[in-house]
């Protein structure tokens, strides 16, 4: 049972253009949300998260943005950049986090072409 | 200084063996995880320990036992290997059980048992 679903398994954008990444939950208990990041031969890291009671949190040129009726989020990079270029997790967690239990989906290959 | 390391980077071996994977943070952290990342690229939370206190045990068969004998230091232990076994392993850490607390991963133990 796939509770966080990233549909599309790779993406390709220019540099300076907007990266939309896209990430779909089915567990309406889900109340946090979190990206990361993972280039090869590395470990995951943490990008951005948003607390279910906002719809948008921003830094710098990441922008998360959530839609709980659609129970759906999408991750926004702009302007994109060479260095963007990773494997994007999206994560979620339920109960308040009180466990830290975190449901991953199974990853978008971003790809910016310089 | 690798804030999250894991011993061996790659492990290959035969069915039927017994092998461990370690994992050591230096950050100070409560809160340790083992994640598996299979062949489609779930990336599944298998344990998590809090103070060297099981947290999370994701019905993960009886082979896989972790092992913390301090704070800093989460052990995974696989008895009598099966080739379903074989993928990457991450730890990670935190600092503490809540969702707020960022997780720190590792860069993973590719494990391919033949």
Request: proline share 5%.
């Amino acid at each position: 049972d796939q509770q966080v679903k990233q549909n599309s398994p790779s993406l390709s954008v220019q540099e300076g253009r907007i990266s939309i990444l896209n990430c779909d939950y089915t567990n309406s208990m889900f109340d946090y949300f979190l990206w990361y990041k993972k280039y090869p031969a590395e470990g995951p890291t943490f990008l951005i998260s948003i607390s279910s009671i906002k719809d948008k949190n921003e830094d710098g040129r990441f922008t998360v943005f959530l839609n709980k009726s659609a129970k759906h989020l999408s991750l926004h990079i702009v302007p994109s950049q060479p260095g963007d270029s990773a494997v994007y997790f999206c994560a979620a967690s339920a109960e308040g986090g009180a466990t830290n239990k975190l449901i991953f989906g199974t990853g978008t290959l971003l790809a910016v072409q310089p | 200084d690798t804030a999250v390391s894991q011993t061996p980077k790659y492990l290959v071996t035969q069915m039927g063996n017994d092998k461990s994977i370690k994992c050591e943070q230096n950050l100070g952290h409560d809160t340790m995880y083992w994640y598996k990342q299979d062949s489609k690229k779930f990336l599944k939370i298998m344990f998590s320990y809090n103070n060297k206190e099981l947290i999370i045990n994701e019905t993960v068969p009886n082979r896989f036992s972790p092992k913390s004998p301090d704070k800093a230091h989460l052990n995974l232990h696989i008895n009598s290997l099966e080739l379903g076994d074989s993928a990457v392993y991450f730890c990670a850490s935190s600092q503490g059980l809540s969702t707020l607390h960022e997780q720190y991963f590792g860069p993973g133990t590719r494990l391919t048992v033949t």
